[in-house]
């Protein structure tokens, strides 16, 4: 693991533990969400690339779905095994979730 990478993960901790989510760590830094194990073959990164303001709060509008491989010996573009833009956090989250399951074998 990246020296970036373990400081994003260290700020994203709450007493020493990560928010999980089916069974996962889920971490946000900035406009990145990360979810997924390191240990795992790969892991979802979902960049909020536009917000916008719905009943007086921001929300992500545009975001970009990755299926990112923890394998370190891979180039950064290598590495990318799915990608695809929707509209909405929600749908985003939905459609990686699904990728990242069935990749994992899950």
Known sequence: M???DKEVIEK???????LMYKGRPLVRDNNVICYGNMDDEYVLCLTIMTETE???KTVPDMV???IVST???LSATDKIAKQDIK????EAFELGYIWLTRLIGE
């Open 2 to 4: 990246e020296e970036k």
């Open 12 to 18: 994203a901790t709450v007493k020493g533990s990560y």
């Open 54 to 56: 719905q009943n007086g």
């Open 64 to 66: 970009l779905i990755q």
């Open 71 to 73: 394998d370190q010996s």
């Open 87 to 90: 509209k909405g956090l929600f």
